[in-house]
Nanobody, 124 residues
Framework: QVQLVESGGGLVQAGGSLKISCVTP????????MGWFRQAPGNERDFVAE????????YYADSVQGRFTISRDDPKNTVYLQMNNLTPEDTAVYFC?????????????????WGRGTQVTVSS
């Protein structure tokens, strides 16, 4: 069982930045494709970003390209999402996900393991 735990969410003003984390079991981030998704009330769970375990190549949704950065720290077994220039449209619960399939995956239905999510709220 791959258990993922997100943290770092909170309230931030528009234009601000926030960095959220996903702690994985030992070595998980080194052998799984890791992804970030988000879901606002009444909406689908949308792809945000993912990173390959093989070569660290990253993929982003068009809506966050250039503003968000996904990264991993293998010794800490942690995946991060750095979010810059936030807008109220970024308000959502952010979920960490993992899958053994090679990247790109992107689709939420293709990911096997999920965290419980962390709330990110951007005020205007």
């Amino acid at each position: 069982q791959v258990q993922l735990v997100e943290s770092g969410g909170g309230l931030v003003q528009a234009g601000g930045s926030l960095k959220i984390s996903c702690v994985t079991p030992k070595h998980t981030a080194s052998w799984y494709t890791m992804g970030w998704f988000r879901q606002a009330p009444g909406n689908e769970r949308d792809f945000v970003a993912e990173i390959s375990w093989m070569n660290s190549k990253t993929y982003y949704a068009d809506s966050v390209q250039g503003r968000f950065t996904i990264s991993r720290d293998d010794p800490k077994n942690t995946v991060y999402l750095q979010m810059n220039n936030l807008t109220p449209e970024d308000t959502a619960v952010y979920f960490c996900a993992a899958d053994r399939s090679p990247a790109p995956i992107k689709g939420a239905t293709k990911y096997e393991y999920w965290g419980r999510g962390t709330q990110v709220t951007v005020s205007s």
